[in-house]
């Protein structure tokens, strides 16, 4: 294994609570949500969780055992495993698209990140009280119109981002999972001990674990693959970046465990907090990506509380976005850190601006610039379309390929701490099974 050359994380607990911080994303409050209401309910979520097992659990570990060995960037570690293994070092190909995606998808993201600033605060001074749907609607849609207010919101949630990760690997990145995950868990629980309480905490429950077997479809069952895969940061250079501040001492795969359980308990801790709440007020689960933004800004206007409990449910969405923007602009700074004369602060800053720049491009499709078409798509889309249904499958396929042909089986047995028996087993998960997944989700996703 690679020598220990920089970062390192101060503590497994550290490094656990960063890599579910970077999971436990708008993915899992917002997308992970809407998705559930728009296929079906407890189908797509079952269907979830076996993806998430059986191709999310493989490609996390690949891309944490690539990133460790390596002790780069993305870019130096496919290259300089390659190398060393014997292979081209056009590897690197998979390194570089892992961080473009990292790069592209935070430029949007950074975007949404600033609605739920803006939703926070509307919040506070009460924005919502009294809405109907028509007002929420046009709340909604007149954020989206003003140029003015998106690009305020979008430079203050960059600003953020840029604060912590400028301090590095622990003081940065580990110090604010340290207190911005346990602060989201307590938020969270807080919104769930209000769904129980709102007379429809069974409808949610039924919502989400009574399958109703005929509305699995092909469309669902893609839906949760990729959600399981979009969910555990896979194919952004993310995993990798924080594998090489991984000391040897982690077992990959427990700590892999941990992090899955994580990510995957506050998804459905979000849907039961969130599910009472449409139900009780008459709300359609099913309304898809404005569930959020504008189906439930509606429930808080019109109930008793609704302002502190609106208060309380966009910090926990602005928490969870943060925690994931940390994650996404970290393979970018480590990459110019390293092979640049850049230092921490200048290699942070040069990213950020060129994120918010990329982000500035797409908040204006939504106003000024929406007759500005790619492949028939506003850029906003197109950046969501071309790192979702392209960059993710093709990195993290790229990882997982790698790690089952190029890497020692024998030295990669013993670092997960397996048996003979065991790791054929999962050799067979990780070479066939998780590959497969992950075709499937990238040719669907032209279908």
Request: charged share 10%; net charge negative; aromatic share 12%.
């Amino acid at each position: 294994m690679a020598k220990l050359a920089h970062a390192q994380w101060s503590s497994k607990m550290g490094f656990v609570l960063a890599a579910a911080g970077s999971a436990v994303g708008l993915g899992n409050i917002w997308r992970f949500s809407y998705l559930t209401g728009e296929s079906g309910g407890a189908a797509f979520v079952m269907v979830y969780l076996a993806c998430v097992a059986l191709v999310g659990l493989p490609i996390l570990v690949a891309e944490w055992m690539i990133g460790r060995r390596g002790q780069k960037n993305p870019i130096n570690t496919m290259s300089e495993l390659a190398h060393r293994h014997g292979r081209s070092r056009g590897w690197a190909m998979v390194g570089i698209s892992g961080v473009l995606a990292s790069f592209l998808i935070l430029s949007f993201y950074s975007v949404i990140g600033g609605w739920s600033l803006n939703y926070t605060l509307g919040s506070v001074i009460g924005s919502f009280t009294g809405q109907d749907a028509e007002a929420s609607g046009e709340a909604f849609n007149g954020l989206l119109a003003s140029p003015k207010a998106l690009l305020i919101w979008h430079s203050l949630f960059m600003a953020l981002v840029v604060v912590i990760v400028a301090r590095g690997v622990t003081k940065g990145l580990e110090a604010a999972a340290r207190v911005l995950m346990p602060a989201l868990v307590v938020l969270l629980i807080v919104l769930v001990g209000y769904g129980a309480l709102s007379g429809f905490f069974g409808e949610a429950l039924s919502f989400m674990f009574t399958p109703d077997w005929s509305a699995l479809n092909g469309g669902v069952m893609l839906a949760a693959m990729g959600q399981a895969f979009f969910t555990l940061s896979l194919g952004m250079g993310i995993m990798m970046a924080y594998g090489s501040y991984l000391g040897e001492d982690v077992n990959l795969l427990s700590t892999a465990r941990t992090v899955i359980i994580l990510d995957t308990a506050i998804a459905l801790l979000a849907g039961l907090a969130i599910f009472p709440i449409v139900f009780a007020n008459g709300l359609d689960a099913s309304e898809g990506p404005g569930l959020i933004f504008v189906t439930l800004p509606i429930a808080f206007g019109n109930m008793t509380g609704g302002s502190l409990l609106g208060l309380a449910f966009f910090l926990l969405l602005t928490f969870a976005a943060l925690t994931s923007a940390i994650s996404l602009l970290e393979p970018v700074v480590e990459t110019l850190e390293e092979r640049t004369a850049l230092g921490r602060l200048g290699a942070t800053l040069v990213s950020a601006v060129a994120v918010w720049l990329v982000g500035v491009a797409a908040l204006l499709s939504f106003n000024v610039w929406d007759s500005v078409l790619i492949f028939g798509l506003n850029i906003f889309d197109f950046l969501d379309t071309f790192t979702g249904k392209i960059l993710l499958p093709l990195t993290g396929l790229g990882a997982i390929i790698f790690y089952s042909i190029c890497l020692d089986k024998e030295e990669a047995r013993k670092e997960l701490a397996m048996d003979v028996y065991d790791y054929s087993l999962w050799n067979l998960l990780a070479k066939y099974v998780a590959p497969l997944g992950v075709i499937i989700v990238f040719l669907a996703g032209f279908l």
